[in-house]
């Protein structure tokens, strides 16, 4: 079965710190790769996804993430962080064996210091 | 803007109660999922449907069972409730084209369900 690690638990870091989270996936074909983001009080919503094609991609709020296929990860990443990024993120793997289902990682919580 | 519904945001009950836990959703998607949320599990698929009277079990069904009568409601019934039943519940919908439509989730508030 699938598994999804989140190596860190909880990050604290200050304004305009660079942000890097890791996500690491067990399953090594085809996948289709998630980061969903929960914001205090609000839904969990979707962050940035990828299928095929750029390893890179782009998400909203200046987040993007990186497939690395012989890794088996695809950590988020924030040049400059604010505040209004403190929220949980929780990378999420879809493989062929899996139908419709996604696996879920622990999720991070990061915490932005003013 | 209201997509998905969760028709309780807390609740508390007692071990042996029975719960039903509701969510409806107005995107008229296929697919509707039940997650439990755990602090450092994530989330974990209870259940999840692709059609109506379709159910599929998820990562962790035991103590649980879910009902899909129409296409816009997904319940979850813990029939009878323990300690350990003690989380967030999230309910999701995603669309029905393909597998790449099926991952774009949407999610509910939540219920926290407390079992004393």
């Known amino acids: 079965a699938q598994s999804v690690s989140q190596h860190n638990h909880h990050v604290i870091l200050s304004e305009a710190a660079s942000l890097e989270l890791g996500c690491n996936y067990s399953?090594?074909?085809?996948?289709?790769l998630f980061w969903y983001v929960q914001y205090p009080g609000q839904h969990l919503q979707l962050l940035l996804k990828?299928?095929?094609?750029?390893?890179l991609v782009k998400g909203i709020k200046g987040f993007e993430a990186e497939f690395i296929k012989s890794k088996f990860s695809f950590n988020l990443r924030k040049p400059s962080v604010q505040w209004s990024d403190t929220a949980e993120y929780f990378c999420?793997?879809?493989?062929?064996?899996?139908?419709?289902?996604?696996?879920f990682g622990g999720g991070t919580r990061l915490m932005v210091k003013p | 803007d209201v997509k998905v519904t969760q028709s309780s945001r807390y609740l508390v009950k007692r071990t042996g109660e029975k719960v039903f836990l509701e969510c409806v959703q107005d995107?008229?998607?296929?697919?509707m999922f039940w997650y439990r949320q755990d602090p450092g599990l994530g989330l974990r698929l209870i259940y999840f449907?692709?059609?109506?009277?379709?159910?599929e079990k998820g990562d962790i069904p035991e103590g649980y069972s879910v009902s899909r009568e129409k296409k816009e409601r997904f319940s979850l019934i813990l029939e009878s409730a323990s300690t350990n039943q003690t989380s967030m519940y999230l309910c999701?919908?995603?669309?029905?084209?393909?597998?790449?439509?099926?991952?774009?989730?949407?999610f509910g508030a939540g219920s926290r369900l407390t079992v004393l």
């Open positions: 999701a919908s995603s669309s029905g084209q393909g597998v790449r439509g099926a991952n774009v989730l949407t």
């Open positions: 995107m008229d998607h296929e697919n």
């Open positions: 999420a793997v879809n493989d062929n064996n899996a139908g419709n289902m996604l696996t």
């Open positions: 399953y090594g074909g085809t996948v289709n």
């Open positions: 449907s692709y059609d109506v009277k379709m159910k």
């Open positions: 990828y299928f095929s094609g750029d390893p």
